[in-house]
């Protein structure tokens, strides 16, 4: 699955200085591949939609041993916590389909 109809202007800088994981993950990102912790953050509004992303912060990933991604969130209100509990299914389901894989090991909701 590539991103054929993105532009990309290789020309402009970036005001900062940009880590290796973010460079390397916008030059993934041109080929369409999907392989980091540090992409979902980035791009978390994108992944688990509107409805979620204003709702919640991720606030850790760590990979596990089985290679899985264990998501640490926190919701930005406390009242949002209950919310969020109902709708592990569908954010574990959304980054699945992010990833193309089952990517999704566990997910926490810190207070």
């Keep these: 699955m590539l991103n054929q109809d993105k532009k990309i202007n290789l020309e402009t800088r970036k ?3 940009q880590t290796l994981a973010s460079a390397f993950g916008g ?14 953050a980035n791009n978390w509004g ?3 939609g ?10 850790a990933i760590k990979i ?23 709708k592990l299914d569908e954010i574990k389901t959304a980054v699945n389909k ?5 990517a999704t090991g566990k997910i926490t909701i810190r207070k």
């Design 64 to 86: 596990g041993r089985d290679k899985k991604f264990n998501i640490v969130l926190r919701p930005k209100s406390p009242a949002f916590a209950l919310e969020l509990s109902y």
């Design 50 to 59: 509107p409805d979620i992303s204003k709702i919640s912060n991720v606030v």
């Design 98 to 102: 992010y990833y193309g894989r089952d």
């Design 15 to 17: 005001a900062r200085p």
């Design 46 to 48: 994108r992944v688990v």
């Design 27 to 40: 030059l993934l990102e041109m080929f369409g591949a999907r392989v980091s912790d540090a992409d979902l």
